[in-house]
């Protein structure tokens, strides 16, 4: 059974506790309280400490009468001599609340939980000093102070959606949490198809990270995505493949993710952005572990590979899987591949490949 809470006692002033604090804490204290009106006055001055503070309570004693605390405006009168010893000028204490939020940063030891809800907690005392910052400036700053690794910052940004500008703030602390959560994996859909188990990963062909499906799927393309079986290394490599593409002799058609693709959209001027082609597009694809998906269009977009400006047509499905160029696409690029030196030759240009940390997947940027 829980324990009734005196109302008639008015809350305890200290030095730990913010003058404002307690201000706030005696409106309440005053709308649920049963204390006859003439008797608030007194029984606020009774809580207040001897000790300390300057003697706070000989100051109100000795400013105020009994008459006057005991008047239907006692209350009002003790929170303005309050008022004058503890409460400081609107400009100082808008400084300080500012400046308390603004040194704010997410420690080693804390929670991503525990940082979203302090931030909020600090951004909230500036709010009441007349600071409202806009949405954009407040979802940047929760991310900026969460002290996260820029791979991570760009994992966080991909979940969030900056025309919607008006939940900006809510959107960003969402996928910081959900980045932060234990099963981090369903932050990225990685489809079963992403994965293949240890043992599949053993047996798998010299290619090391595809391998070929079964051809008798009649009518759909076959493309397999590497072996790791961790959804972390799905994090991973969607990180360094951004606006980069991953080489795949084992897709027959060039693929990419719906995150990918819109990562690498945005990163386009407005001017190349016009260049961009979309289709209607209804391509099957077959995907480790059985996972079939449908394209939801084909985009055909301009890009540099090797230094020749040129244009790259990709089936996009709903996976957060990096762009596959498919060995067709390879093949019109003249692509050579020197696997032992992480390079190729491109358009008849020697080039050097990026290694992912993802059992070495090769990825071209």
């Keep these: 059974m829980a324990a009734s809470v005196n109302y008639k006692v008015p809350p305890v002033f200290t030095e730990q506790k913010p003058y404002s604090r307690w201000i706030d804490e005696i409106k309440a204290w005053k709308a649920l309280t049963d204390l006859d009106k003439k008797k608030m006055g007194i029984a606020i001055a009774l809580s207040l400490p001897e000790e300390g503070l300057n003697s706070i ?16 405006d006692g209350v009002d009168k003790l929170i303005e001599l309050m008022d004058k010893i503890f409460k400081k000028d ?11 939020f603004d040194r704010f940063r997410r420690s080693k030891v804390s929670s991503m939980e ?38 991570d910052r760009q994992l966080v940004l991909t979940s969030v959606n900056y025309e919607q500008v008006e939940s ?3 959107q960003m602390a969402t996928s910081l949490k959900k980045l932060a959560s234990k099963d981090m994996g369903d932050r990225i859909k990685v489809e079963s198809a992403c994965m293949a188990d240890e043992e599949t990963f053993s047996k798998a062909m010299p290619t090391l990270f595809y391998e070929n499906m079964d051809k008798a799927n009649q009518g759909v393309e076959k493309a397999v995505l590497f072996t790791g079986n961790k ?24 693929v990419a993710g719906e ?4 990562c690498y959209l945005d990163s386009l001027d407005s001017s190349i952005r016009e260049k961009v082609v979309e289709n209607p597009s209804e391509t099957l694809f077959k995907f480790g572990g059985g996972t079939v998906l449908q394209s939801t269009k084909k985009v055909t977009f301009p890009c540099a590979i090797a230094g020749i400006e040129c244009e790259i047509q990709a089936d996009v499905v709903t996976s957060d899987i990096p762009l596959l160029l498919s060995k067709d696409s390879m093949k019109k690029a003249k692509m050579k591949l020197d696997l032992e030196n992480d390079s190729a030759n491109i358009f008849g240009k020697d080039v050097q490949l990026q290694c992912a940390h993802l059992q070495g997947i090769i990825v071209y940027q």
């Design 90 to 100: 609107e400009l100082r204490q808008a400084y300080e609340a500012y400046s308390e």
């Design 114 to 151: 525990e940082y979203v809800t302090e931030f909020e907690k600090l951004y909230n005392k500036t709010k009441k000093v007349k600071m409202e910052l806009p949405q954009p400036v407040l979802a940047f700053k929760l991310l900026e102070y969460s002290e996260l690794e820029m791979k």
């Design 168 to 170: 900006l703030f809510k």
């Design 231 to 254: 959804s972390q290394e799905a994090l991973v490599l969607l990180t360094e493949s951004a606006n980069s593409a991953i080489l795949d002799s084992a897709c027959t058609s060039t």
């Design 57 to 72: 309570r000989d100051k109100v004693f000795s400013d105020l009468s009994l008459e006057a605390l005991s008047a239907d």
């Design 259 to 262: 995150t990918w693709m819109k």
